[in-house]
């Protein structure tokens, strides 16, 4: 009788999980496992396991009946990562479907939407759909409001402000644009030197090396505009700021806009000199942005300082192959500009080199400099 019991409870829970009646704790456990390793992804900078973890999140509170507001927070991260990957038209449907979900969670996952009308905005934008971004931005803003953002964190509103405005003058709305930078500037001159809350840069800065990786610079570019501009808002430490500006600067020049990659690079060198960084990367960037301009003279000015700045970090011995295609970059930009007897020097240096480290093969992958069309945003 008692195994007869016990069979009918367990068929009568089989049946009842099945039809989508009560929620299954295996499920649950496994989803939160899923969503923990999303995160872990995302942070190591492997969006694509992310975006795969998080799927399979989603997946588990479907099939657990967990309920609409679990599925939602893993249907929101699947779509933001996955907009990340520059898979666009995917990440959209996601957003809309994980607003579906926040409206059938009765108050439940309430404070999802406005973050997630946020980044939804901010990814059509990103894709250069403005027409389209500007009435997300606007229920994003209404949000916002409703939370009362404003008082919470100031220079977080201001930051989201000044992106809603950018996305107003893409668009042709000037007059709401400027009504809403003036909002934006009313705010910073309230509270001069406070810093954001919104800790948002990172996950920007892992769009961006997805994007490099991928070898998709437009996107790269957009997205270390935005880690610069989020680590800048929350006034993070110099050395944090130095790594970002080289990112922004490098892509910059991916995408042909050489002056302001000049400008970023050389801040990204001021402020790893001021903290004592290793700022002979910046001066190889700035080298290389110049050599690949044909600009020589200038490159030649950035090599010199550059290979003085390497032997003291003894390059020839910790990192030959490296070092060895600098001084050829160096002694071509000599020879283009007719310093024969200075190129000499250098040419007898890398014999040296090679002399003394035979079989090198070179590693050094370039940013390809002016190799991809600009993007304006």
């Given at each position: 009788m008692r195994l007869i019991l016990e069979y009918s409870v367990l068929a009568l829970l089989t049946s009842l999980l099945l039809s989508g009646c009560i929620s299954n704790p295996v499920n649950d456990y496994t989803r939160a496992r899923y969503y923990e390793a999303g995160e872990k992804a995302?942070?190591?900078?492997?969006?694509?396991?992310?975006?795969?973890?998080?799927?399979?999140?989603?997946?588990?509170?479907?099939?657990?009946?967990?309920?609409?507001?679990?599925?939602a927070y893993a249907c929101y991260e699947w779509s933001r990562v996955t907009g990340y990957l520059g898979r666009y038209a995917e990440a959209e449907k996601g957003y809309i479907e994980a607003l579906a979900l926040i409206d059938k969670a009765n108050g439940q996952a309430d404070r999802l939407r406005p973050p997630l009308l946020c980044e939804y905005a901010r990814m059509l934008r990103d894709s250069g759909q403005e027409p389209k971004a500007v009435p997300v931005y606007t229920r994003a803003l209404s949000e916002l409001e409703q939370i009362y953002i404003e008082s919470v964190d100031p220079m977080g509103m201001a930051e989201f402000l000044d992106d809603y405005s950018q996305a107003l003058r893409s668009a042709g709305a000037t007059g709401q644009a400027d009504a809403i930078a003036a909002r934006s500037a009313r705010i910073k001159d309230k509270h001069p030197g406070e810093p954001a809350k919104t800790q948002a840069q990172q996950s920007y800065a892992n769009a961006g090396h997805a994007a490099q990786g991928r070898n998709d610079w437009g996107a790269a570019r957009l997205y270390w505009s935005r880690a610069v501009s989020a680590t800048e808002y929350a006034c993070l430490p110099p050395a944090q700021l130095a790594v970002f500006y080289y990112e922004y600067g490098r892509s910059l020049g991916a995408v042909c806009e050489f002056a302001e990659a000049d400008s970023y690079l050389k801040k990204a060198m001021k402020l790893d000199q001021d903290s004592g960084g290793d700022y002979f990367t910046d001066l190889t960037e700035l080298a290389r942005l110049n050599y690949d301009q044909g600009k020589f003279g200038e490159a030649a000015a950035f090599y010199e300082l550059d290979v003085a700045a390497l032997d003291r970090k003894n390059a020839e011995v910790t990192a030959p192959a490296a070092f060895l295609d600098l001084l050829r970059e160096f002694s071509d930009c000599l020879k283009k500009t007719g310093h024969d007897e200075e190129a000499k020097a250098i040419d007898a240096r890398i014999a040296q080199v090679a002399a003394e480290h035979p079989g090198l093969h070179s590693i050094t992958e370039r940013t390809p400099y002016g190799k991809y069309p600009p993007r304006k945003i």
């Open positions: 995302e942070m190591a900078g492997d969006l694509e396991t992310a975006r795969r973890d998080f799927g399979r999140a989603q997946i588990n509170a479907q099939t657990g009946n967990l309920g609409p507001a679990k599925e």
